[in-house]
């Protein structure tokens, strides 16, 4: 009897020996996953903390743009670690960059610089320049440039650029150099084709990104400028005014006049204008950009319209034709595509751009600093 | 000990009654029913947690990997539409600085995922890697500059006890 109680107690020790080992293991497993969750975390915020270096940079030099040359020492952020940001005109391997290119180099760490646990590092190139002939085309996509639907139903008068490929027939866009007419070139228009002697389209990678105004400084003129056609209200537009369909001002010049410069109409939204409309000014589409920087929003046209002024988009820019008078009468800026489909007319103004270039130069609204490339680090560089 | 006195003493010995040895069986019977149901439980236990943190585990590395490349890459190195629509696959350029120009230098050797017998592989030129295994299925779509990505990993357990687990993430596009 002794000996069978005896045996019921070794069998009571082998069965938690084994539920100790099972427990032992998922223990030991949940702590595994537990450390590599923190660093995962750890990794996220010094990835954080590496995004807030590159905005600080960003932020000191829309004022010190060449001289701003990083932090002078680690910023800690409470709770989190600290971060560093430098700023130098040079690649990694030591060869300058163009002209007004800046490198910034953001690190984060977690806990700190002196001891490091987890290490996340961004490389931005920014660039602070005009480009060359920004006022001079009708139309100007930092992406493709698409033309589709019947040959010849669209008519573009004036230069065009892209940035990355063309697709669909060119052969109408043409422009007038102003070089007096010839019996061989009795118009003297630049075509595309056939046997332009010039290029009406050119192809130019290095627009891309599309220029990014100061857009606080053009919201400032669009605050102040009252719009007649909606009593006691200015030319920002919501996206609330745009699905009631609030009227747009229906000329370039602000108040008509030229010595005012022109209206300057900021989109808050994805725009859309269709049906019998008149609308003039230089329209800003940017969306929410003060709250939501990253949103791409896009331009689209379509129905019986007549554009009085230049349009630029951080988004795409369609000109959907269908059946209606389509015409822009000034130039179009995107920073995506623009597709051209069906029929229509763009004519480039020289007046409007050089009304709006005026307006940019006073205002101060170009250029901002803008990212061209940003890319992160997997060899992690201390500088 | 003489042999009377040992015939005594085993004529004293009491041996167990049927009724003690039936009561006897049932109750070990119990207790070992009742252990054994303990142990299968806990081996469940471990192999459904195990599952678990394996399939995180995996999500976590391979989502952690997609994610920082497609931050690196712009609207327009990227083979997704602006439509909100999930693929299967995507590719994509990455950036590597600026040329002398002043125009972006994207690195010319496409980074590609895909899912394949259960694996996401990333490939880059002629590097192909496993980036995360026993995926049931890999998802892309893009709005805008926002692309969202999920996986959704799934295992047996050795009782064939099926086990998935999914993990979703939204990437900006950094360049344009």
């Known amino acids: ?383 | 000990m003489s042999g009377v006195t040992k015939a005594r003493a085993l004529k004293a010995e009491k041996g167990f009654s049927l009724i003690e040895i039936v009561i006897v069986f049932f109750v070990s019977l119990l207790l070992i029913g009742g252990l054994f149901a303990t142990l299968s439980s806990s081996r469940n236990t471990w192999h459904r947690a195990d599952a678990q943190i394996m399939l995180q585990e995996e999500l976590r590395r391979g989502m952690r990997q997609i994610v920082r490349d497609l931050r690196q890459s712009g609207t327009s190195q990227i083979s997704l539409p602006d439509n909100g629509l999930n693929y299967t696959s995507v590719s994509f350029n990455v950036t590597d600085g600026v040329l002398s120009s002043g125009a972006v230098d994207w690195n010319s050797d496409e980074v590609f995922y895909n899912l394949s017998a259960g694996q996401v592989l990333r490939t880059q030129g002629a590097d192909t890697r496993v980036i995360a295994n026993k995926v049931g299925s890999a998802n892309f779509s893009r709005s805008g500059r926002v692309v969202n990505v999920y996986l959704q990993c799934q295992t047996q357990t050795p009782s064939n006890q099926v086990y998935s687990a999914n993990l979703n993430s939204s990437v900006v596009l950094r360049n344009e």
């Open chain 1, 1 to 383: 009897m002794r000996n069978n109680k005896g045996s019921i107690l070794i069998a009571a020790y082998g069965v938690l020996f084994v539920l100790l080992i099972i427990g032992g293991m998922l223990f030991n497993r949940t702590v595994f996953e537990k450390k590599f969750y923190d660093r995962d975390q750890e990794s996220q915020m010094a990835f954080g903390l590496a995004e807030a270096g590159v905005d600080k940079a960003l932020s000191a030099m829309k004022s010190a743009y060449l001289s701003y040359a990083g932090t002078t020492s680690p910023v800690a952020v409470v709770g989190t670690g600290e971060y560093e940001a430098k700023v130098s005109d040079t690649n990694r391997d030591g060869s300058s960059l163009p002209t007004n290119f800046r490198r910034i180099v953001a690190t984060g760490y977690i806990p700190s610089r002196a001891q490091p646990r987890v290490t996340r590092q961004i490389e931005a190139i920014v660039k602070k320049t005009l480009p060359n002939n920004f006022f001079d085309y009708a139309l100007y996509t930092a992406e493709d440039l698409r033309f589709s639907g019947q040959n010849l139903a669209y008519d573009v008068e004036g230069k065009a650029i892209y940035a990355n490929t063309p697709s669909g027939d060119l052969s109408d866009i043409c422009y007038d150099n102003n070089d007096p007419p010839t019996p061989d070139d009795p118009t003297d228009d630049v075509c595309s084709s056939p046997e332009g002697s010039e290029p009406a389209v050119t192809h130019d990678p290095s627009i891309s990104p599309l220029l990014r105004f100061v857009f606080s400084a053009l919201r400032a003129v669009a605050a102040s400028q009252s719009n007649p056609n909606t009593v006691n209200r200015n030319n920002i537009y919501t996206a609330e005014d745009l699905k009631k369909k609030r009227p747009f001002p229906s000329t370039f010049y602000y108040n008509e006049n030229p010595a005012n410069g022109p209206n300057v109409v900021y989109v808050e939204g994805a725009m859309a204008l269709s049906g019998g409309d008149v609308v003039g000014g230089l329209f800003l589409v940017v969306g929410n950009v003060t709250e939501n920087p990253e949103v791409a929003v896009d331009s689209t046209v379509g129905g019986n319209i007549t554009i009085d002024g230049a349009i630029y988009t951080r988004g795409e820019f369609t000109l959907n034709g269908g059946g209606g008078e389509l015409n822009i009468t000034g130039g179009v800026w995107a920073g995506g595509d623009i597709l051209v489909d069906g029929g229509g007319t763009v004519e480039y103004s020289r007046e409007y751009m050089d009304a709006i270039a005026s307006l940019i130069n006073e205002t101060g609204a170009a250029p901002a600093p803008q990212i061209v490339s940003w890319k992160e680090n997997e060899d992690i560089e201390i500088i």
